[in-house]
């Protein structure tokens, strides 16, 4: 597997992929998708143990981060099923990186 680290991430991005990460269930879901490859929403609900509704919210937050993938797919019944899956990521967090990084915030800091 090839992760994205052969180019500087960005400060924005490096900020987002933290924060989308700074929470157990999401930690779970990459977890969960990592081990059993992609899967639709309701079986990976059923297989974390937390509901529809809030899993959704917390992929809507790892997919703005660029962490996993969704697709909408038909199943042989006709159903509409949302697939997920991991998107190869990898950040080298060294003090150079974070430096190098954060040069390029477009955000300000909170006061």
Not at 80 to 106: C, H, Q, R, S
């Amino acid at each position: 597997m090839k992760y994205e680290t052969e180019r500087p991430i960005g400060g924005d991005r490096l900020l987002a992929m933290l924060a989308a990460l700074a929470n157990p269930h999401r930690l779970r879901i990459i977890a969960a998708l990592t081990r059993g490859g992609r899967n639709y929403v309701s079986r990976l609900a059923r297989e974390i143990g937390i509901s529809r509704p809030l899993l959704h919210l917390h992929l809507q937050r790892l997919e703005e981060a660029g962490l996993v993938a969704g697709r909408l797919e038909l199943s042989a019944d006709g159903k509409a099923l949302n697939y997920f899956e991991v998107v190869d990521f990898g950040v080298d967090l060294t003090p150079a990186a974070i430096t190098a990084a954060a040069t390029t915030l477009t955000s300000k800091p909170e006061t």
